[in-house]
């Protein structure tokens, strides 16, 4: 396959709006990643469209990409839907990436975005519950919150972490968040504030948990011979995909509840295909939707050892300035979780690092970056586990 | 890009299933597909799934792949949701082309399935009726019935065919669905049977439009690399996908609603990537949802003159044994219409034809066929338009 490198990025800031639909925030995305990439709606070859309930909550399913981009003028070249749970946008990334490596394309426009807030939360949860097997567990009532829940409790029990250390991620987190303009919870928290907000599923509290946001993050990816004939725009330097993988959920792939075998396949064939290991890299975006999900992804993915995730944070290992900064966008419990946007948005912060424009949120010379999403559930375990690794 | 051949292909029958979920019709094609190759589920290294409205009628969506093909133990590796109205199916085949094109996989599973029969008929067509876009023409009401009947309209008042020329598409596709095992509507129909059937949309009797169907239909392809050294079952010879073409709809394409350009610029650029020409089709495989889109379809594609199909299909040219037989397997009108299902059940037809195994509609000496499947209405005009060429 060709080698690709993605020329630009952009996003919406994730927040809840109350007055904006996912056509809007899609098409700001956009327009954004083509500014970023100094290219025209006119240049994009095919594009891919993440997304994952705005059927459910719009009605608007089957033809969504093609409804936005439309009002761009992207019309006439393949537009392909793809829906994945959380992981919609990396999978859209995913398959322009391949359409551009097969040589079929040289550009091409990843979109990922999602509308969460219809006026009714409990509409928005239920909808969101729906990425797992509505034949079987569909009907049994466990939520997102209660199924991270049940692995902190397994975790906890295992290692002998504490609530605090939980605590801590969130805190790290959010600290990192407060640098970063597009977040939606741009605040500083403390261990206390978020021991003592509100119990959402024990152990997990309100500030444990991410937000429910609105949003919309795109790149547009591009060929090597591509970029010899038209070079990115001065001072904009490529960033290279090294790897992508993709994982999915079974029945018997998990040793217990407590590791997530699927994500561990996934970083594992990431590493291989990207020929670099967990030491060199220089950050990670890692799909915190609980502060508890960060611990055992981190671990499953090998960036940190079993059991040893809750005092690596004490020691600020994850922390901008520490050994390996774990989302130094702020994550998911800061910057929100617009659910098909997410997998888009971690590349975008990733691309940012990679070229030095990270602002406050700058890691010095950071040329190795992997991003990890993940989606959904099936007995009890990750149903996709999306993972880029980004090299400058 | 490498060459890519299509090495087994499987379809439920297409039907009104009272009893049997999308898991169960979905799962039934993947198998037939997978033995039709001669290969196990452990030897689907990607798959990409195709399906409209399973998140609207049943909630299921995000991860509606995944739930199917874990039951066939195909876990672990890369599986992808594509959504894409009536083009579902046939997006889920394009991406399997272009990841085993890029070098990527050796052999992917593509599945498209759709089940339509919830007890409740209105909330099938309402669901549907979401292929457009919903924020703008979503609240006008043009159902597709509605939609079609008014190109109808205009076609017949431009060339002057009669409602008698419509008919006679329905009766040529139900006799060549009389043929074919996995038919909806096996039963011969006259001119005057058609005529006299319930008026759905004026011209457009119930006989003229498509049934609502449940089924699925699926598709293992593999790179030439790979059929060289693990040769496909004896007896069966590989079919190559020469072409792949998928265009997406706007506002400025039309010169008017007689013609679909979108649809010409598909056919264009599959045949121009193909090295083929109209004329050296043995049989197409046409989306005729409705009798009138047959004629629109076959003319856009460049298949027949503009007006022509009308007097075409009265002399017998469109029919089996004749000079260019459209919709051999029955097409949409017989054959019933699960929306995602849909492409691949036609693309399975072609490979039958191909392969010599079609059976009493066997065309003798077939070499090449198109299926063409579109999807959506955006302004009037598809959303969607898939071409495939196939290539003994």
């Not at 049994?140 to 801590?168: C, E, N, R, S």
């Not at 020691?315 to 130094?328: D, Q, V, W």
Request: aromatic share 6%.
């Amino acid at each position: 396959m060709r080698e690709v490198a993605i020329m630009g990025v952009g996003m919406t800031p994730f927040d809840k709006f109350t007055e904006r639909s996912f056509k809007s925030l899609g098409a700001e995305a956009s327009i954004a990643a083509l500014r970023d990439a100094g290219l025209k709606p006119q240049n994009i070859q095919v594009a891919y469209v993440g997304n994952a309930v705005a059927g459910l909550l719009f009605g608007q399913s089957m033809i969504l990409g093609q409804v936005i981009l439309r009002e761009l003028g992207i019309v006439g070249v393949p537009i392909t839907n793809v829906e994945n749970a959380c992981g919609s946008g990396s999978s859209a990334l995913r398959e322009a990436w391949i359409a551009v490596g097969s040589g079929l394309y040289d550009v091409a426009l990843a979109l990922g975005v999602e509308k969460l807030h219809v006026g009714d939360l409990a509409r928005t949860t239920a909808a969101l519950s729906g990425a797992t097997d509505m034949e079987t567990e569909g009907g049994l009532g466990l939520t997102f919150p209660g199924h991270w829940a049940l692995k902190a409790k397994v975790y906890m029990a295992k290692y002998g972490i504490t609530a605090k250390q939980l605590a801590l991620v969130s805190v790290k987190n959010h600290s990192h968040g407060l640098l970063n303009p597009y977040v939606q919870h741009q605040k500083s928290v403390t261990v206390e504030e978020v021991l003592s907000s509100r119990m959402i599923a024990d152990p997990l509290t309100a500030l444990m948990c991410c937000p429910i946001s609105d949003g919309a993050a795109a790149a547009v990816v591009c060929s090597r011979e591509y970029l010899r004939r038209f070079p990115v725009r001065p001072g904009k330097s490529p960033v290279w995909i090294a790897a992508s993988s993709l994982t999915t959920g079974s029945y018997d792939d998990q040793r217990d509840i407590s590791f997530n075998d699927l994500e561990e396949l996934a970083g594992r064939e990431a590493f291989q295909a990207a020929g670099v290991g967990p030491n060199e890299l220089d950050f990670a975006e890692v799909h915190d939707c609980f502060a508890i999900a960060e611990f055992l992804r981190c671990e499953s993915l090998g960036l940190f050892e079993p059991g040893s995730y809750g005092w690596a944070v004490e020691k600020g290992e994850a922390a901008l300035g520490g050994r390996l900064p774990i989302n130094p966008s702020g994550g998911l419990l800061a910057k929100g979780h617009p659910v098909g946007a997410t997998g888009l948005a971690q590349v975008a912060e990733a691309v940012w690092q990679l070229r030095g424009e990270a602002g406050k949120s700058q890691i010095e010379g950071a040329r190795i970056g992997l991003t990890h999403c993940s989606g959904g559930g099936i007995a009890g375990d990750t149903a996709v586990c999306s993972v880029f690794i980004l090299k400058r």
